[in-house]
């Protein structure tokens, strides 16, 4: 178990290009969320899947931003015309529901985007 | 929303105990998270709490009062590195796979 991986770590860009993050939840975790986190707030959801069906996008999560999970494993998000206000560290986390346990979510180290 | 409320900072000194609050809205209460985040690094789970009382766990302990709508997380005999932020989370009371997150605690640990 390796826990959550997300990749670039840190990704600068301008104003009006494209950029996509990469996640790698734990292995046999089924579902997995993206979340938003700017400076002294707590993350913000943004989307989630079980397996590979997106389940709910949040009302913050604008056309410009889109999620997948083709084959249920990792998952991408990507901002497309990227904007000031999108500067923030974007979390993904996985968690295992079951019986047992809290089904709490295992976060990873995060992407932060900068937007110049 | 769901209303999660938390104060924005407190200090405490090494050895210490301090109590860090949390409300919440309790109509469509399915539970309560407390996280610790160091800054640039991942939230990590500390505690979870569904029914009333008290779950101690080491020197970290976490109480909830679901009449209250109200939770805290205790930290005893306090440490350097446990100068972090403190997230309260409660499930999502229309969706209890998600979780909605407060602004966090930034609790500051000096010596």
């Known amino acids: 178990d390796t826990g959550v991986s997300q990749n670039p770590r840190h990704k600068i860009t301008k104003r009006g290009q494209n950029v996509t993050f990469r996640c790698d939840p734990i292995?046999?975790?089924?579902?997995l969320y993206w979340y938003r986190q700017t400076l002294g707030q707590g993350p913000e959801f943004l989307t989630y899947?079980?397996?590979?069906?997106?389940?709910?996008k949040s009302r913050l999560l604008s056309d410009r931003f889109s999620a997948e999970r083709p084959k249920g494993s990792f998952s991408t998000l990507e901002i497309q015309r990227t904007e000031q206000g999108d500067s923030a560290m974007y979390l993904c986390?996985?968690?295992?529901?079951?019986?047992?346990?809290?089904?709490?979510?295992?976060f990873g180290e995060g992407s932060r985007l900068t937007v110049l | 929303g769901q209303n999660i409320d938390q104060p924005t900072e407190m200090t405490a000194t090494e050895g210490a105990i301090v109590q860090i609050n949390c409300t919440y809205q309790t109509s469509g209460f399915n539970g309560l998270f407390w996280y610790q985040q160091h800054a640039g690094e991942a939230p990590t789970f500390l505690s979870y709490?569904?029914?009333?009382g008290l779950e101690e766990k080491g020197r970290f302990s976490s109480f909830l009062s679901r009449s209250k709508g109200y939770s805290y997380l205790l930290l005893k005999e306090l440490q350097m590195k446990d100068s972090a932020s403190y997230l309260c989370a409660v499930r999502d009371r229309y969706n209890t796979d998600k979780l909605i997150f407060g602004t966090g605690t930034r609790l500051q640990v000096f010596p």
């Open positions: 899947f079980q397996n590979e069906a997106q389940l709910e």
């Open positions: 986390a996985s968690s295992r529901p079951g019986l047992r346990g809290t089904g709490e979510l295992f």
């Open positions: 709490n569904v029914l009333d």
């Open positions: 292995s046999e975790h089924n579902r």
